[in-house]
């Protein structure tokens, strides 16, 4: 019979309610790594990751990002005007960086639509830390331009990749993806990005029950032993715009369930603390899965990331109904340190954890902004 799976959490719930008991603390922490003062949100998780969405385009239109009957030929994306330049991104990304950022995750839309993109990578891996560490780049795609950009994007510095496959049959991949991009498109550009050398590179499958649920083990089976860290994602209730419901997430337990029955695998500990991915080794040695179980088990108490939209706005949760203008105060000539102040602030109010008060929620929450334009 098959085990039953508890993903181990990162903290307990004991330990998460008394974080969220503490009373809002908006001081600048003594203790932080390397022993630098970190910037703490009200529930004293530091600033760590900053995820940029260069563009609110994308060439595919899956079903529960950017739906065909929401994102079609009259849907009014952003005027270039209005998306912040590469100089304005390397000087925010900067800020961040001085307020504890470490790492730096460039998405949309699809990222490798903004034309240029390795020109905004160079810029970026030549930032250093505090610590006086480069600064980790890492990009999400849905791979269909990856074939042809993987080699510049790896001279360009671009340290690490995360492409999206939901599916590997045509059909699966077409009702997912709303496209008639062929698989093999992606798979070329996963198999690009590992030749090159950005690796390793990890694949994130969101799974939809009845959808595409009956692909986990062709997956799993696909990407053992290839060196890829396939990782699935239950099913996200993200914008306004996706229809969702719980009923059509796959609990991760019950992805693990699947897997272990057919290729027994074992709960590793997370490469650093705040790993969104719950890590599990194959028991043969052939390789590496995780789940992102952001609705079952939600990881809000160890959420670090920040979010700059494509037109310069700053969102404190994936789930946000509203973020802090940037661009326009960096427009009519702020000096860095009231653009540090500006972020400075908002993280010092941060108080999101929408994922842990889904399942509490008694009423509809507000618009939330949708992922395209927010980054996922
Ligand atoms: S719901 Fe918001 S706070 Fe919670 S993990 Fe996701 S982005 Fe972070």
């Not at 760590?48 to 009259?74: A, G, H, Q």
């Not at 304005?88 to 995750?105: D, M, N, P, W, Y």
């Not at 639509?113 to 990578?121: A, K, P, T, V």
């Not at 789930?319 to 010092?348: E, H, I």
Request: aromatic share 6%; with cysteine; charged share 25%.
């Amino acid at each position: 019979m098959a085990k039953s799976f508890t993903i181990i959490p990162i903290a307990s719930a004991a330990t998460q309610a008394s974080v969220f008991a503490q009373e809002p603390d908006t001081a600048w922490h003594k203790a932080g790594r390397g022993n630098l003062p970190f910037l703490a949100d009200i529930m004293q998780r530091p600033l760590r990751d900053l995820r940029i969405s260069v563009t609110d385009r994308c060439n595919l239109r899956c079903t529960y990002c950017m739906p065909r009957e929401v994102f079609d030929k009259d849907h009014p994306f952003l005027p270039r005007a209005e998306l912040l330049n590469f100089e304005e991104i390397e000087r925010l990304a900067r800020l961040f960086i001085q307020l504890g950022v470490q790492k730096i995750r460039l998405t949309g839309g699809e990222p490798l639509l903004r034309r240029g993109i390795e020109r905004l990578i160079e810029a970026l891996a030549k930032l250093n830390t505090r610590e006086g560490k480069p600064v980790e780049i890492a990009l999400t795609t849905n791979a269909v331009l990856l074939s042809q950009k993987a080699q510049p994007l790896k001279d360009a510095g671009l340290a690490r990749i995360t492409a999206s496959l939901d599916g590997l049959s045509e059909e699966t991949f077409r009702r997912m993806s709303d496209s008639n991009v062929p698989v093999k498109t992606v798979l070329d550009g996963i198999a690009a990005a590992q030749r090159v050398g950005l690796a390793p590179v990890k694949v994130n499958m969101v799974v939809k029950r009845g959808v595409n649920d009956h692909e986990i083990i062709p997956m799993a089976e696909h990407f053992r032993n290839s060196g890829v860290v396939l990782r699935f994602i239950e099913f996200m209730d993200v914008g306004c715009s996706n229809g969702w419901r719980m009923d059509d997430v796959v609990p991760a337990r019950e992805v693990l369930e699947q897997i272990n029955s057919r290729f027994p695998i074992r709960q590793v500990d997370p490469n650093y603390s705040g790993e969104v991915a719950a890590r599990w080794h194959y028991a043969d040695g052939s390789g590496e899965v995780g789940v992102i179980a952001s609705v079952t088990q939600a990881f809000c108490h160890e959420c670090t990331r920040a979010r700059l939209s494509t037109d310069g706005k700053l969102y404190t949760c994936l789930f946000a109904n509203s973020g802090a203008d940037l661009r326009g105060p960096l427009r009519a000539g702020a000096t860095d340190q009231m653009l540090s102040n500006l972020v400075t602030g908002a993280w010092r109010l941060r108080y999101d954890r929408y994922s842990q008060l889904r399942h509490a929620a008694t009423e509809q929450p507000g618009k939330k902004i949708e992922m395209s334009y927010i980054g996922g």
